[in-house]
C-alpha cells in the first residue's frame, strides 16, 4: 500500500496532498426482548483524497480504490477552482511508521457463536431480572479498522486499530411509564474487556426498575455534584468544544474571547487533552495529518493555557499543531476534535461535598450533552436529591444547562479521584462527523447555582 | 447484473436473498468563516445482502463492488446464527411512479455551486457585516437496484439538491448560531429564499430578552415541531408497539391529541426530501395516515415485525424510517397567532433534545434559538432557558396551528405548520 499512495501521490500539483485509506470489517449482534433483533457484518473500504491551493481545500471520497492518481488529480483539480487567498498550514516533521494492533485476546479468533452466546448471556440478564422489564437491547459489537495514510511531505503511518464493547440497554415499564437505562463495556484492548460485564447488565435492569417510581426533578436552580462520569461530559461540552481552534481561528471576536491567560474558572481547576493517554479512547499515536499526539494543558490554575489545533488552524494562528485533527472515517476530511479530554483532580472527598448542601442534586453519568459553545446542555442518566448534607432520594429526567462564561468559575470543589467512562457504541458529534472516540473523565465536582430543567 | 450473481452465489446455500446496489456520486461546495473553504467530489458503491437459510436471517454490507465472494459468504456465516424470520420475500408487485430525478441537476457543476453560495453569502453579509456567514451546496445523483430470488428486481435514480446558509455572531459573551437549510430532490431551489430565512433568525435575535420563569403558551415552528415529533416517532414505530415499550401500544383508534391535529407519512410526494417508490426490503412506498383528526391510525412496521405482530408492513424498510411527515395546516394565520399571546415563547432550535426520556414522551432542552413574545410580539432572544414537557401531552394541548407551512429537513423531514402549544414550563437562568 505505501508504494500505491506515493505513487498516487506524485501527480499531485498543488501545494500540499495527502490520502487516507481505511479497511474496515466490523460485526454486531443484537438482542431486543428475548429474540435475535440482527447478526450483521460490514466490509467498509474507500479513502479520501485532500488537496490544499492557496488556502482552499480540494477533497475527494470514494468507495474504490481502483483508480488512485484519478482522485488525486480530482481533488487537485477541485483545491485549484477553491483557492484564491493564502495557504496557512504549519510544518511537521515528516514520520514513516507503522503501528500494529496489540490484542490480549483477538475478537476475529472468536467465533461467532461465543459472541452470540455472550451477548445472549447478558440479554437474559437483563430480561430476568424483575418482572417489570419490558423488553431490551443488548448487544455486541467489534471492529478491526486498518488505516493507511501518505502525504506530500513524505510521511507515511500504517496502524491498526481494533475495538470491542458490548451494550445493555434495560426498558422497565408500569401502566404508561417508561423507563430505559444503559450499561456498556469493552476497549480496544480485546475480547475480554467484554468478558465480564454480568454485573453492569443486571446494574442497568435494576436502575430502569427503581426509575419507574422516581419522580421526574423539580426544575430550577441548584447547588450539583456532578459524578465522575457526568463530570467527564461536563468538561467535554462546557468547555472542551470552545478550545477547539477551527470556531477560533478566522474569528477575531472568538479570539478576544478565547485570549490565552484569561481566567475561566477556579484556582484549583485544570483541564487537560491528552490523545497520548495510555488505553484511551480518544488514543491516537498520530492524528489523520500525521501529527504526534500529545498531552496539552487547556485550563492551568484557572487560567486559559492552551488550545487544540489542526496543522491549519495552528498555522493561521502561529502556534504549534496539537495532534487534534481528526475524521470519524474517510467520509470526512479531518478536523479540529478533542482526544481524551479530563478535569484534573483535586483534594475533596465525596463527604466534604456534600455535608454542607441543604438542598441540592446529586447527577450520575450521562446519556449525552451538546453545546452552541456558549450555551450547553447535558443529560444525566438519572440523580439523587441531596437534603441536609445526605443523598436523598432517586430524581430523573435530569437534565442541566449551563453558560460556559460562567460555570467553571462556579465549581467549588473538586474530588480527590479520576474516572473514565467506559467504551460503548456512543461518541462526540461535530458538524455531520459522529460518533467520534473520545475519552471522558474527571472526578467527582461541586458546581454552585446550576439550572435543571423541569417542571416547577 | 452484479446483484444476480451476489443472489445466485447465495443461492446456492439459502433458500432464499434478496441483495441491494446503491452507487452514488455527490458534489459539494463549503464557505465558512466568509469565505470559500472547500469542495468536494465523493463516489460511494453499497451491498447488502440479506439470505434466508432454515428460518433463519444473515446480513452482510460492503462498499468493494469485487468483493462478492466475501459479501456472500460472510452472509452466509452469520445466517447459521441469525434471527428467526417472520416473513417471506415480497415477490414482485407494481411500485409507483414518483418523481424522484430532475435532469436539470445534471449539469450543475461547482463553479455554478460557488457562484450561489456567494449571492446567499453577500445576502448575508450585507444584512450584517458583522456576522461570520457560511453557505454550503451539495448535489447527489444515486442509482439504487433491487432484486430478490422471489422475482422482483427494481431500480430507480434520484437526484439530490441541498442549500443551506447561515453564520455566526458574536457580541460580547453572546453567541449566536443561526441558519436555515433545504434538502430537495430537484434543482429548483430558491437560493435567495434561503438566505432571507437564515437572515430572519438573526433578525429576531437582535434583541435579547429576559425571561421569568414559569408556565406560559409555546409556538413551535416548523423546525422545533420536533420535540413533539420526536417522541411521536418513537412511539409510532412498531417494533417499540411490538415490544411493549410505546406509550400508544394500545392507543389505536383513540383520541391522542387535538382533534385539530393530523400527521401523514407521504413517501409519493414528488421530488420530496425522502421520496421513493420502494423501500429497502422490496415493497413498494405508499401513504400511511398515521394521526387522523386526533386520532391514532397507523403504526410503521417492517415487515419482519409486523410478521410477528400480526401487522401488515408498511413499507418504511427494515429499520422503520419515517419519510415525508405531513402535518396538515390549521386555520389560524401564523401572525394572528402570534398576536394572541400576551407572554410566551417561540421555540425553534434546541440543545441536548432527545437526550431524556424520548420514548415516554418527556423532553427537557436548552433552547439554543427560542423568542420572548411579549403583547402579540417577537422582542428578543432568550438564552439560557430550559422547556421541559411531555410530547403527548402538548399535543393534546394544541391551541392552533397555522395555516402557514414550510418543509423542514434533517433529523425528522416534512411539511410542517406552526403549532401553538396551551402551556409547558420554562426555567430560565
Redesign the interface.
Known amino acids: 500500500m505505501q508504494d500505491r499512495l506515493v505513487q498516487a501521490l506524485k501527480v499531485h500539483d498543488v501545494e500540499y496532498a495527502d490520502i487516507r485509506i481505511e479497511d474496515d470489517l466490523s460485526?454486531w449482534?443484537v438482542f431486543?426482548?428475548p429474540?435475535?433483533?440482527?447478526?450483521?457484518?460490514?466490509?467498509?473500504?474507500?479513502g479520501i483524497v485532500r488537496a490544499l491551493y492557496k488556502?482552499?481545500?480540494?477533497?475527494?471520497?470514494?468507495?474504490?480504490l481502483d483508480d488512485l492518481e484519478k482522485r488525486v488529480k480530482?481533488?487537485c483539480e477541485?483545491?485549484r477552482?477553491?483557492g484564491?487567498?493564502q495557504t496557512y498550514y504549519a510544518p511537521a516533521e515528516p514520520v514513516v511508521d507503522i503501528i500494529p494492533a496489540h490484542l490480549q485476546k483477538d475478537f476475529r479468533l472468536i467465533p461467532?457463536?461465543e459472541k452470540?452466546a455472550l451477548a445472549e448471556e447478558y440479554n437474559r440478564l437483563v430480561l430476568g431480572h424483575h418482572a417489570r422489564i419490558?423488553?431490551s437491547s443488548v448487544g455486541y459489537s467489534d471492529s478491526f479498522k486498518t488505516c493507511w495514510y501518505a502525504n506530500s511531505e513524505g510521511t507515511y503511518i500504517q496502524e491498526e486499530k481494533p475495538n470491542v464493547f458490548v451494550f445493555a440497554n434495560a426498558?422497565a415499564?408500569e401502566g404508561?411509564?417508561?423507563?430505559?437505562s444503559f450499561e456498556t463495556d469493552g476497549g480496544p484492548e480485546g475480547y475480554q474487556t467484554v468478558e465480564n460485564f454480568h454485573a453492569k447488565a443486571e446494574k442497568a435492569a435494576a436502575r430502569a426498575v427503581s426509575l419507574l417510581a422516581a419522580p421526574?426533578v423539580t426544575?430550577?436552580?441548584y447547588t450539583v455534584v456532578a459524578d465522575p462520569l457526568l463530570t467527564g461530559v461536563f468538561t467535554h461540552e462546557a468547555f472542551g468544544h470552545l478550545s477547539e481552534s477551527d470556531f477560533v481561528y478566522?474569528?477575531e471576536?472568538?479570539q478576544e474571547?478565547m485570549q490565552l491567560g484569561k481566567r475561566f474558572g477556579v484556582e484549583r481547576l485544570n483541564i487537560i487533552d491528552d490523545g497520548a493517554l495510555p488505553g484511551g479512547l480518544g488514543t491516537h499515536h498520530y492524528d489523520y495529518e500525521g501529527v504526534p499526539t500529545r498531552k496539552n494543558y487547556l485550563i492551568k490554575e484557572g487560567i486559559l493555557v492552551g488550545r487544540l489545533h489542526s496543522r491549519e488552524t495552528a498555522g493561521k494562528m502561529g502556534e504549534q499543531p496539537t495532534g487534534n485533527a481528526r475524521a470519524v472515517n474517510f467520509?470526512h476530511?479531518p478536523i479540529v476534535r478533542m482526544t481524551n479530554t479530563y478535569l484534573e483532580p483535586g483534594k475533596d472527598t465525596f463527604e466534604e461535598m456534600i455535608k454542607d448542601i441543604k438542598l441540592g442534586v446529586l447527577a450520575v453519568n450521562a446519556?449525552?450533552?451538546?453545546?452552541?459553545?456558549?450555551?450547553?446542555?447535558?443529560?444525566a442518566s438519572y440523580g439523587y436529591m441531596i437534603r441536609d448534607g445526605q443523598v436523598a432520594e432517586l430524581v430523573?429526567?435530569v437534565?442541566l444547562?449551563?453558560?460556559v462564561?460562567e460555570i467553571l468559575l462556579n465549581i467549588d470543589r473538586i474530588g480527590d479521584k479520576l474516572e473514565w467512562q467506559p467504551n460503548g457504541p456512543g461518541g462526540c458529534g461535530k458538524g455531520d462527523q459522529a460518533p467520534l472516540r473520545v475519552g471522558l473523565g474527571g472526578p467527582y465536582v461541586r458546581i454552585q447555582n446550576c439550572?435543571?430543567?423541569?417542571?416547577? | 447484473m452484479i446483484l444476480e450473481q451476489i443472489i445466485e452465489k447465495a443461492m446456492r446455500q439459502a433458500q432464499s436473498a434478496q441483495a441491494i446496489l446503491r452507487t452514488a456520486e455527490k458534489s459539494d461546495v463549503n464557505f465558512e468563516n466568509d469565505r470559500l473553504k472547500s469542495a468536494e467530489s465523493s463516489q460511494r458503491t453499497q451491498i447488502q445482502l440479506n439470505v434466508i437459510k432454515d428460518g433463519k436471517l444473515g446480513t452482510s454490507h460492503t462498499t468493494d463492488p469485487n468483493d462478492v465472494d466475501g459479501v456472500v459468504s460472510r452472509a452466509l456465516e452469520a445466517v447459521e446464527f441469525g434471527s428467526p424470520v417472520h416473513f417471506e420475500l415480497p415477490a414482485a408487485q407494481p411500485i409507483p411512479r414518483v418523481k424522484t430525478y430532475d435532469p436539470a441537476l445534471l449539469p450543475l457543476a461547482k463553479p455554478e455551486m460557488i457562484q450561489l453560495g456567494q449571492g446567499m453569502m453577500e445576502m448575508i453579509k450585507s444584512y450584517n457585516p458583522e456576522i461570520l456567514a457560511g453557505a454550503g451546496l451539495g448535489k447527489t445523483i444515486l442509482k439504487e437496484e433491487l432484486a430478490n430470488s422471489a422475482g422482483a428486481v427494481y431500480s430507480a435514480e434520484h437526484t439530490n439538491f441541498h442549500v443551506g446558509a447561515g453564520g455566526q455572531l458574536v457580541r460580547g459573551t453572546d453567541i449566536l448560531f443561526a441558519g436555515y437549510g433545504l434538502s430537495q430532490k430537484k434543482r429548483q431551489v430558491d437560493t435567495e429564499d434561503i438566505a432571507a430565512r437564515a437572515i430572519e433568525y438573526f433578525r429576531l435575535a437582535e434583541r435579547t430578552a429576559s425571561l421569568q420563569s414559569g408556565e406560559m403558551p409555546v409556538i413551535f415552528t416548523p423546525s422545533g415541531l420536533i420535540a413533539l415529533l420526536l417522541s411521536l416517532g418513537l412511539g409510532l414505530d412498531g417494533k417499540n408497539v411490538f415490544l411493549g415499550s410505546s406509550p400508544l401500544r394500545d392507543k389505536l383508534g383513540e383520541l391522542i391529541a387535538d382533534p385539530s391535529f393530523t400527521l401523514l407519512d407521504d413517501p409519493l410526494i414528488d421530488f420530496g426530501p425522502n421520496t421513493s417508490a420502494f423501500d429497502d426490503e422490496g415493497l413498494p412506498r405508499r401513504v400511511t395516515p398515521l394521526v387522523e383528526n386526533g386520532v391514532l391510525s397507523n403504526f410503521i412496521y417492517d415487515l419482519d415485525t409486523a410478521g410477528r405482530a400480526g401487522a401488515k408492513p408498511t413499507g418504511h424498510g427494515s429499520f422503520r424510517q419515517l419519510t415525508n411527515l405531513v402535518v396538515s395546516p390549521g386555520d389560524t394565520p401564523y401572525a394572528e397567532m402570534l398576536r394572541g399571546i400576551k407572554q410566551g415563547l417561540l421555540v425553534h432550535e434546541y440543545l441536548g433534545l432527545g437526550q431524556g426520556n424520548p420514548i415516554n414522551g418527556e423532553f427537557s432542552a436548552n433552547l439554543a434559538l427560542g423568542y420572548k413574545i411579549e403583547n402579540g410580539e417577537i422582542v428578543g432572544r432568550v438564552k439560557d432557558v430550559m422547556l421541559a414537557g411531555n410530547a403527548y401531552h402538548a399535543l393534546k394541548d394544541i391551541a392552533a396551528i397555522s395555516q402557514e407551512r414550510e418543509w423542514v429537513s434533517g433529523w425528522m423531514s416534512g411539511l410542517f405548520p406552526y403549532v401553538q402549544v396551551g402551556k409547558l414550563s420554562a426555567v430560565a437562568k
Open positions: 460485526s449482534i431486543q426482548g429474540d435475535l433483533d440482527r447478526i450483521n457484518s460490514f466490509r467498509i473500504v474507500g488556502g482552499g481545500w480540494g477533497y475527494a471520497t470514494f468507495n474504490d480530482e481533488a477541485t483545491a477552482l477553491v484564491k487567498q461467532l457463536a452470540k419490558q423488553t426498558t415499564r404508561d411509564i417508561v423507563q430505559n421526574s426544575g430550577g436552580k478566522e474569528n471576536r472568538m474571547l467520509h476530511p446519556i449525552g450533552g451538546q453545546t452552541a459553545m456558549e450555551m450547553f446542555t447535558f443529560s430523573r429526567d437534565v444547562t449551563g453558560n462564561f439550572v435543571i430543567g423541569g417542571q416547577q
